[in-house]
């Protein structure tokens, strides 16, 4: 199982409408792809941020793929760089464009 981490800072006053697009559109590509497993939305508090923006909250989408073939049919040739969607910037969000792969070597939940 491939995990495929990608994150971004958000305004605090832009949060729950970007979670809403974030679902429209990363999620549910994902969730349509071949291979999918699921995913996790993580969030952290930004009370320093490098880019000077205190009242931010990074916020981070983990999809998990079945092979390294799933991840290229969703992230094409280049499956290092960030999936970016139309209406991002409406957010003003400061997006990573590289993302990191993780072989899952163990998972377990309670």
Not at 7 to 28: A, D, I, N, Q, S
Not at 30 to 52: D, N
Not at 73 to 98: K, S
């Amino acid at each position: 199982m491939i995990a495929r981490e990608w994150k971004c800072l958000c305004p605090r006053r832009h949060r729950e409408g970007f979670l809403k697009h974030l679902e429209l559109t990363g999620v549910r590509e994902a969730r349509a792809m071949p291979g999918y497993l699921g995913h996790q939305v993580l969030e952290r508090l930004c009370e320093t941020c490098p880019t000077g923006r205190s009242s931010a909250v990074e916020i981070g989408l983990v999809t998990y793929w079945e092979s390294w073939e799933a991840v290229h049919v969703f992230a094409g040739i280049n499956p290092e760089r960030a999936v970016l969607y139309p209406g991002d910037e409406r957010f003003e969000i400061v997006p990573d464009r590289h993302v990191r792969h993780y072989e899952v070597l163990e998972m377990a939940m309670r």
